[in-house]
C-alpha cells in the first residue's frame, strides 16, 4: 500500500494519489485527484468586483414591498434586486469553495459544485438588466433552469 502524496506533472498540474488499492492479483489502482481549476479571467474579474459589495440583507418587508400592490414596476423592481443579489450571493459561495483547503478542493463533487456556481454566477453577473416585462418572464425562465440544475447541490456535497 502506497501512502497518499502529492506529485508535479512537467508544470502542467498538481495531481494528488489517493491510497492505492489491490484486488486479488491486480495491480494497484490509484485515483487521481486534479487541482482544481482556477476561475476563467473573465470570471475572475467579475468575482472581484461583486466580493466588493456585501450581500443586502432581504427581509419580509422588502419581499411584501414587492407585491402590494403588484403593478409592472414592482414586478420590474423586484427583477432588478434580484439580478442585483443573485450574482453577489454566488461570488460569496463561490469565493468560500475556492477558500477549502487543497485536499477538499480536489474532491471531483466539490469541483462540479464550484464549476457549477461559476457558470451561474456568469451568466446572472453578465445577463442585460430587464427592462421589460417579456425579457422578466425569459430572465425568471433562465432563473428556474439554473435552480434545477442546483437542485442537487446538497447531496453532492454530501458525497463529499
Same mark, same amino acid.
Do not use: W
Given at each position: 500500500?502506497?501512502? !497518499?502524496?502529492?506529485?508535479?506533472?512537467?508544470? @502542467?498540474?498538481?495531481?494528488?494519489?489517493?491510497?492505492?488499492?489491490?484486488?486479488?492479483?491486480?495491480?494497484?489502482?490509484?485515483?487521481?485527484?486534479?487541482?482544481?481549476?482556477?476561475?476563467?479571467?473573465?470570471?475572475?474579474?467579475?468575482?472581484?468586483?461583486?466580493?466588493?459589495?456585501?450581500?443586502?440583507?432581504?427581509?419580509?418587508?422588502?419581499?411584501?414591498?414587492?407585491?402590494?400592490?403588484?403593478?409592472?414596476?414592482?414586478?420590474?423592481?423586484?427583477?432588478?434586486?434580484?439580478?442585483?443579489? @443573485?450574482?453577489?450571493?454566488?461570488?460569496?459561495? @463561490?469565493?468560500?469553495?475556492?477558500?477549502?483547503?487543497?485536499?477538499?478542493?480536489?474532491?471531483?463533487?466539490?469541483?462540479? @459544485?464550484?464549476?457549477?456556481?461559476?457558470?451561474?454566477?456568469?451568466?446572472?453577473?453578465?445577463? !442585460?438588466?430587464?427592462?421589460?416585462?417579456?425579457?422578466?418572464?425569459?430572465?425568471?425562465?433562465?432563473?428556474?433552469?439554473?435552480?434545477?440544475?442546483?437542485?442537487?447541490?446538497?447531496?453532492?456535497? !454530501?458525497?463529499?
Amino acid at each position: 500500500m502506497l501512502n !497518499a502524496g502529492r506529485i508535479r506533472t512537467s508544470g @502542467i498540474s498538481s495531481l494528488t494519489l489517493s491510497s492505492s488499492t489491490t484486488v486479488g492479483n491486480c495491480r494497484p489502482y490509484y485515483r487521481l485527484r486534479r487541482t482544481p481549476e482556477p476561475a476563467p479571467p473573465q470570471v475572475a474579474e467579475l468575482l472581484a468586483a461583486y466580493a466588493q459589495h456585501a450581500p443586502r440583507s432581504l427581509t419580509l418587508g422588502t419581499l411584501l414591498s414587492f407585491g402590494h400592490p403588484l403593478t409592472p414596476e414592482s414586478v420590474l423592481a423586484s427583477v432588478s434586486y434580484a439580478q442585483a443579489e @443573485i450574482p453577489r450571493r454566488l461570488a460569496t459561495r @463561490i469565493r468560500s469553495l475556492e477558500a477549502l483547503p487543497f485536499i477538499v478542493g480536489t474532491n471531483p463533487y466539490v469541483a462540479r @459544485i464550484l464549476d457549477g456556481f461559476r457558470q451561474s454566477f456568469l451568466y446572472t453577473a453578465t445577463h !442585460a438588466p430587464v427592462k421589460t416585462l417579456e425579457e422578466n418572464v425569459e430572465f425568471t425562465a433562465q432563473l428556474d433552469a439554473l435552480v434545477r440544475d442546483h437542485a442537487n447541490d446538497v447531496p453532492t456535497i !454530501a458525497k463529499g
